[in-house]
């Protein structure tokens, strides 16, 4: 008997006739016949039930024989125990060398399907025209593929490492180049901070150099004046005193007194210069800000009848005539205003303008929702954020100022809309014109133009070029 007989007569003798499955605590009755004790157990309490199914009390018939057996003589079967358990788990033969077809050996290895098949499958149809040699003999031809395989994938592997090494090298590399750069960043940001520092103290230096410049003769001339407010009150006294005398009374040493207020000479305070010579101005502030730019245009909805615009929208001047436009409330009138078409309701924005030698202008921002027909001064009480040149002076809401000895003639506005910040510098020179003290600013904002003096050379919104980091430049 072969071990494919053995194995067959093995798995017979492990299956139990009632489940057709290998035994579970198999036990033997009394005819010698074997089951699984749950088996036998089930059949027996099921043939209670029948009619007619008990031949005699407390005997059972076997489900194999139909002898007559009691159940109490059942008795455990250990070595058929084993054997189920011996089958149930199969040797690697079973599993391994066996055609799942035909439960023969695999004795043979088909070239064309590349698997290994038994003799009865050489002879089928399905392989009859194959390559079919020996597995003895593929298996040698494939272990020398196999081992050659396995060279080849060492040396790509030997290759896999070297590049590994030289990622991991690169990779070192670029975090050093970063860490590097990132020096270079912390250095030059702390240089420029001490940069700034110095420039800072020097300012302030000045700034406080020119006020002790000014400040004694301010006060000379207000103890001064005061001297001379205390000596006229004291004389207003006296003569007040004198008027209240008897006749002989007050015209005694009348003519002293005369005399006395004859001399009195009021003495004017000498004229300080109040120029501020010491300008705020942070090196790079202005080109800092211009990352912030954002394209503007002007709105011919909202703009003054007298206020004529290019069709580009980019610049306005006022006109010589009134023109025939239809009154909406969007509509500026009589302030000589127009407002830029851009909602303002968030983030950071920073914009240009070419004012150029104009006498008068005004520019700033105010609320979507601003009363547009306003007649009296454009205040932040009403809406409106806004500078104003006045030739000699700047206005805003806020005080009056003494300009720059030489006025800008281009103008950058920087809104700051979560700070409340609104700030105004020079183009030209970066130095800073004015800074509205921080606003809570709530819903939509607006550019807001003012060409206030007529001029044949137009306000100009500074055009972009290009991407950040450009200049700008008027149309």
Same mark, same amino acid.
């Given at each position: ?60 018939? +076997?489900?194999? =024989? !139909? /002898?007559?057996?009691?159940? #109490?003589?059942? &008795? ?6 084993? %054997?189920? *358990? ?31 098949? +038994?003799?009865? =499958? !050489? /002879?089928?149809?399905?392989? #009859?025209?194959? &390559? ?6 593929? %298996?040698? *031809? ?36 970063? /860490? ?296």
């Amino acid at each position: 008997m072969d071990a494919l007989e053995l194995a067959r007569k093995l798995q017979e003798e492990a299956t139990c006739s009632i489940c057709l499955d290998y035994f579970t605590d198999p036990v033997m009755t009394a005819c010698g016949h074997n089951f699984c004790r749950e088996c036998i157990r089930l059949t027996w309490e099921k043939a209670k039930g029948r009619k007619g199914g008990r031949k005699r009390r407390g005997s059972f018939p +076997c489900p194999e =024989c !139909r /002898e007559l057996s009691p159940q #109490r003589n059942l &008795r455990p079967n250990r070595l058929l125990t084993k %054997v189920a *358990e011996m089958v149930r788990r199969p040797p690697a033969l079973q599993s391994r060398d066996l055609c799942r077809v035909h439960q023969e050996l695999l004795k043979l290895f088909c070239e064309d399907d590349q698997s290994p098949i +038994c003799v009865v =499958c !050489r /002879e089928s149809r399905a392989h #009859r025209s194959h &390559r079919v040699v020996p597995i003895e003999e593929a %298996v040698q *031809e494939y272990k020398l593929k196999l081992e050659a395989d396995m060279g080849y994938l060492r040396e790509e592997m030997m290759k896999t490492g070297k590049l590994q090494a030289r990622e991991k090298q690169t990779l070192a590399e670029w975090q050093k180049m970063v /860490e590097s750069q990132r020096q270079n960043v912390l250095a030059e940001f702390e240089r420029l901070r001490r940069l700034l520092a110095e420039d800072e103290r020097r300012l302030l230096r000045r700034l406080e150099d020119e006020e002790l410049e000014v400040l004694p003769p301010l006060r000379d001339s207000a103890a001064r004046l005061g001297q001379q407010s205390a000596q006229l009150a004291q004389l207003i006294a006296e003569l007040e005193g004198r008027c209240q005398l008897p006749a002989l009374g007050l015209l005694q040493d009348i003519r002293d007194t005369l005399r006395r207020v004859q001399d009195v000479k009021l003495q004017p305070p000498e004229v300080v210069p109040m120029e501020m010579r010491t300008v705020c101005r942070v090196p790079g502030l202005v080109e800092a800000l211009r990352r912030f730019r954002g394209d503007v245009t002007l709105d011919p909805d909202t703009a003054n009848p007298e206020l004529v615009l290019s069709e580009d929208r980019k610049s306005v001047r006022r006109g010589d005539l009134r023109q025939a436009l239809p009154d909406s409330p969007e509509r500026f009138d009589p302030g000589p205003c127009v407002l830029g078409r851009e909602p303002l309701t968030s983030g950071r924005h920073y914009w240009e303008v070419e004012v150029g030698e104009r006498a008068s202008w005004a520019l700033g921002v105010c609320r979507e929702n601003a009363n547009r027909k306003e007649k009296g001064e454009l205040f932040a009480g009403n809406g409106f954020w806004i500078l104003v040149f006045l030739g000699s002076y700047y206005n805003s809401s806020e005080r009056a100022f003494a300009p720059l000895r030489d006025p800008p003639r281009r103008v950058g506005i920087f809104l700051d809309y979560e700070a409340g910040h609104l700030s105004f510098y020079s183009a030209t020179d970066g130095s800073l014109l004015y800074a509205f003290p921080e606003t809570p600013f709530s819903g939509t904002l607006r550019a807001l133009f003012s060409p206030l003096s007529s001029s044949p050379t137009p306000m100009t919104i500074c055009r972009l070029k290009g991407g950040p980091g450009d200049s700008l430049a008027p149309q």
